[in-house]
């Protein structure tokens, strides 16, 4: 199984479009917590929690290294690509909930995470992992054209 880092590592942003330094740009939903887009055996994708730091939003709201996400806000893991979850994050503010049901050790349920605010310090490889995630869909794209 093929597995890619997701936007190397959501821990630094989950953002869309450029990252904006300047004062005056809404700030950036931040989650951290580095996932791992992948497919089971029987074709479903989920969302693996490579590292979840701690004091990240993730991980105060329970989100554990080793969570497998199946659905965000009720929906199962549908995700094209990274550039896919990067877009449907960079969607959401700061402060807005987010629902991930979450396996870990056998069990499932349901963690609401509030989004922080993505670090400053972050904005600059946030902005390299976008623009990855965006050159990575094109060169598929264009394989299969």
Avoid: H
């Avoid at 993505?118 to 394989?143: F, G, K, M, Q, T």
């Amino acid at each position: 199984m093929k597995m890619r880092t997701l936007a190397a590592v959501c821990l630094l942003a989950i953002v869309a479009g450029a990252v904006s330094a300047a004062e005056e740009q809404p700030r950036k939903p931040w989650l951290g917590m580095g996932l791992v887009l992948q497919k089971g055996p029987d074709g479903a994708k989920f969302l693996y929690a490579a590292a979840v730091p701690e004091g990240t939003p993730a991980a105060k709201a329970g989100i554990a290294a080793g969570a497998v996400i199946t659905a965000i806000n009720g929906k199962p893991i549908a995700f094209r690509d990274d550039l896919d979850l990067i877009e449907f994050m960079a969607s959401r503010k700061p402060g807005e909930i987010v629902r991930f049901q979450v396996t870990r050790s056998g069990k499932t349920k349901t963690i609401a995470v509030k989004p922080g605010e993505l670090p400053r310090e972050y904005e600059e490889r946030a902005r390299e992992s976008l623009e990855r995630a965006r050159a990575a869909r094109a060169s598929r794209d264009a394989r299969t054209d």
